[in-house]
């Protein structure tokens, strides 16, 4: 099993940054992508940012330039640097990992963090 801690969640006004952590524990040989993932209410969960393995990333077209994704492999965290905040990135914010325990790949989902952006 893998653990999955978020932070860095809160209320920020428009133009403001966050940066949310998420730190995996547990049975872990290998990460092979860390990511993290959105849900606003009324709307289908969907990507924000991804890091695989060898550092290849993916960002929403509605982040790119004003999210930055990173990751500390010494310690299994990833990192989701928010600035620019706009009032649509309101949202709960989801960590996501998918793990090789050594015998097969497993994702994993954390418990989510909200992210308010307003005035």
């Known amino acids: 099993q893998v653990q999955l801690v978020e932070s860095g969640g809160g209320l920020v006004q428009p133009g403001g940054s966050l940066r949310l952590s998420c730190a995996a524990s547990?049975?872990?040989?290998?990460?092979?992508?860390m990511g993290w993932h959105r849900q606003a209410p009324g709307k289908q969960r969907g990507l924000v940012a991804n890091?695989?393995?060898?550092?290849?990333?993916n960002y929403a077209d509605s982040v790119k330039g004003r999210f930055t994704i990173s990751r500390d492999t010494t310690k299994n965290t990833v990192y989701l640097q928010m600035n620019s905040l706009k009032p649509e990135d309101t949202a709960v914010y989801y960590c996501?990992?998918?793990?090789?325990?050594?015998?097969?790949?497993?994702?994993?989902w954390g418990q989510g963090t909200q992210v308010t952006v307003s005035s």
């Open positions: 890091m695989t393995a060898g550092e290849s990333t």
């Open positions: 996501y990992v998918k793990v090789y325990s050594g015998i097969r790949y497993s994702d994993y």
């Open positions: 547990g049975s872990i040989f290998s990460i092979a992508v």
